[in-house]
């Protein structure tokens, strides 16, 4: 652990909380030292989510995102998560995101450049903290057929150790999101759907982990109550699928267990998310396999 990855980790955390703190205010201390912004705000996208998402409106900004990802509710204090499926996936509980600087280049459309930041057990000693997988991307926030909408394409060099041990290298994967007001109704209907293949040094071999995969999908029914312009009740189903390396099929498909998450959005400025929720497992929903996170999204500068 460097003292590089403290500084980073520190500001990811002051910058959030800071931030919330003085949201009531005439404005955020940080936007005085904004430079000035070059680009509208596009006013078609009311979306809370949707509006972190697109960032901040000057020509060059940073964005980045925290998210916690804990343990079942009936062992609050354990270090690891539930993982049903047997998926190839790291347990150990987790803090992290990732933190990147934008280059507008027109009103909705931003090029992205960035790294991933990850504390391990955060609350158990910290176990290790990372600076991982570098990333670039380009993402495009705009409304079409009355639907507001976010899509990005990503390209990402993994260096992560729980992933390199399988000789993966990197990633490239799509994701779009939608919501759709429903008229006269504070009720929104939301889609999201990402497609990410996974990049490896060599072929498969049966030295390999068998859970590594060869990619991912994902598709997110959601529904979500607006209390008003700032707060918001979500709700959201997980249909995933993967294809494990150890097929020779590339269309041969595994399900993983539907999940629900439950919770909440909060707007607390334009440029910032914050969302706690609670995920549970159709088939088990119970105390055991149901486990809190929570997701950021705030852009500075």
Do not use: C
């Not at 759709?180 to 939301?190: C, D, E, H, K, V």
């Not at 998310?273 to 929570?294: G, I």
């Amino acid at each position: 652990m460097t003292r590089f990855h403290w500084s980073l980790l520190t500001l990811l955390f002051t910058s959030t909380f800071s931030l919330a703190q003085n949201s009531n205010q005439e404005t955020l201390k940080l936007k005085d030292v904004q430079t000035k912004k070059t680009f509208k705000e596009n006013s078609e996208i009311k979306d809370i989510e949707l509006k972190a998402e697109a960032g901040a409106k000057t020509r060059w900004s940073m964005k980045a995102s925290l998210g916690y990802s804990g343990p079942s509710l009936a062992e609050p204090l354990s270090d690891h998560r539930r993982n049903p499926d047997g998926r190839f996936t790291d347990v150990r509980t987790s803090l992290g995101g990732s933190v990147g600087l934008r280059y507008r280049l027109k009103t909705d459309t931003t090029l992205n450049m960035g790294t991933g930041i990850s504390a391990i057990r955060p609350f158990h000693g910290i176990e290790q903290i990372d600076t991982e997988d570098p990333y670039l991307s380009i993402d495009q926030t705009y409304k079409a057929a009355e639907v507001q909408w976010y899509s990005k394409a990503f390209a990402s060099m993994t260096t992560y150790d729980f992933y390199r041990r399988v000789e993966q290298f990197g990633s490239v994967g799509f994701s779009q999101s939608g919501r759709y007001f429903i008229p006269n109704t504070q009720w929104t209907l939301g889609l999201n759907a990402s497609l990410t293949f996974f990049l490896y040094e060599r072929a498969y071999s049966k030295l390999h982990p068998h859970g590594a995969s060869n990619y991912f999908a994902g598709i997110y029914p959601s529904l979500a109550y607006r209390l008003n312009e700032k707060w918001m009740l979500n709700t959201s189903s997980a249909f995933q699928a993967y294809n494990r390396r150890r097929e020779k099929d590339w269309g041969l498909w595994e399900l993983s267990n539907v999940t629900q998450r439950v919770g909440l959005g909060w707007g607390i400025t334009r440029e910032i998310y914050f969302s706690p929720y609670v995920t549970f497992f159709w088939k088990d929903p119970t105390w055991k396999t149901s486990t809190f996170a929570f997701s950021t999204i705030f852009s500075v500068f």
